[in-house]
């Protein structure tokens, strides 16, 4: 019995890998699954070159960042001074000859007690203050490490920063999210059109595909999410002479990073000590949580409305936009509560993807707030899905 058993079981993970290979190659003979990487690749190549004026003076800070290091000091300025002359070296050399940051002069504390204020409701409040009192910790943590005197992109740091996660980064990710949607849509509507799924429905093997088939639609969105990021972000680093070098390794929380929100600057300071590099490595890890929590938001959606791949798009964008929008017309209104509430959802939090592991201002109740959203929205969708699955099997064949 223990025998059979075994091979019981031997037999259906290998029907379970075939079928996921069937559904892999499904994927692959669709010429619109495969023409939309490229055309990504080109609107981020758009997005590259439209902002290609940064790269001399990114060029700049390379070369200096080479010879002494990242740190802005009197060895520093000297090595900008010994560069040849250009527009480049006598701009970096002014911002760092005139640089001053708001760090020594921020009280974080008071800043946190005027945000607990405008939150209207005491539970937010007694959160958005612990939030800053662990946040003052970590800015007293930065001035005693001298970590913003790293240079990161000088004068121009809001702009480089802005291309690289306030811009690249999303769009990144939602191509990434859309290429794994719209394989889970075309797949399902596929099905439709060829009459598979009533077939597919009378076998227990049959009813399994709809787990195969997100499996393999979340397969070929990460595999493109990675190559779509190696190849922009590659192409952002060997053409701004930034390459693999000690560029890099300058601090986003220098004293040129400052985040302007409402009319009032605070310094951009991180939950943990964050390189360029490391911020952009959890920035794009954590975006492959977001494909994952949008790949399962549509097959959620697909289970819910029949597996029907037309309401399920509709419903999927209505579901997805929405947050945005109502979180704008919070902001509008002063209601700082409902507004940290819709930081909870995909859209508004890819909105503000430059601030990822900040305190974010109003728009958050406790530290990590994008993690933990990500996390817990993931986890409560994985535990619907097998009751939704459940629900559109039992409809169906009724």
């Not at 097959?299 to 029907?308: C, D, F, H, N, R």
């Not at 503000?352 to 996390?375: K, N």
Request: charged share 15%; with cysteine.
């Amino acid at each position: 019995m223990r025998g059979l058993a075994a091979l019981s079981a031997a037999a259906s993970r290998s029907l379970g890998l075939s079928l996921l290979a069937e559904e892999l190659c499904r994927i692959v003979r669709m010429p619109l699954l495969i023409a939309l990487p490229f055309a990504f690749l080109v609107l981020n190549g758009a997005l590259v070159f439209g902002n290609s004026w940064l790269f001399p003076h990114m060029a700049e800070v390379a070369s200096v960042a080479q010879l002494v290091g990242v740190h802005m000091d009197q060895e520093f300025l000297d090595a900008v001074m010994a560069r040849p002359a250009t527009g480049a070296r006598d701009q970096l050399a002014w911002s760092v000859s005139h640089a001053q940051g708001i760090l020594a002069a921020f009280d974080a504390g008071e800043a946190g007690t005027a945000a607990a204020i405008d939150m209207d409701a005491p539970l937010a409040s007694r959160l958005v203050a612990s939030k800053y009192a662990a946040w003052e910790d970590r800015v007293d943590a930065v001035w005693a490490s001298g970590r913003e005197r790293d240079v990161y992109g000088a004068a121009y740091t809001f702009d480089v920063h802005q291309l690289l996660f306030g811009t690249l980064v999303p769009v990144v990710i939602l191509e990434a999210s859309a290429i794994g949607m719209a394989a889970l849509l075309a797949l399902c509507e596929l099905d439709e059109r060829t009459g598979a799924r009533s077939i597919a429905l009378s076998s227990p093997v049959g009813r399994g595909v709809v787990a195969t088939r997100f499996t393999a639609s979340l397969i070929w969105a990460l595999t493109t999410y990675a190559a779509l990021a190696v190849l922009t972000f590659g192409a952002v680093a060997a053409l701004s002479g930034w390459g693999i070098g000690p560029a890099w390794e300058s601090s986003v929380s220098s004293l040129f990073n400052v985040v302007v929100d409402g009319g009032s600057a605070r310094p951009f300071v991180t939950w943990f000590d964050c390189s360029i590099g490391s911020y952009l490595m959890w920035s794009l890890l954590l975006g492959s949580g977001f494909v994952l929590l949008l790949c399962l938001t549509v097959q959620a959606v697909l289970l819910a409305t029949g597996y029907s791949a037309v309401r399920a798009a509709v419903t999927a964008c209505v579901l997805l936009i929405a947050p945005l929008g109502a979180q704008a017309a919070c902001a509008l209104n002063g209601w700082h509560v409902a507004r940290a509430l819709m930081h909870v959802f995909p859209a508004p939090l890819l909105s503000v993807s430059g601030q990822w592991f900040t305190d974010l201002g109003l728009r958050s109740f406790i530290p990590w707030q994008e993690a933990a959203a990500v996390i817990c929205s993931i986890a409560v969708l994985w535990c619907m899905h097998p009751v939704l699955r459940r629900m559109w099997f039992d409809k169906d064949v009724a």
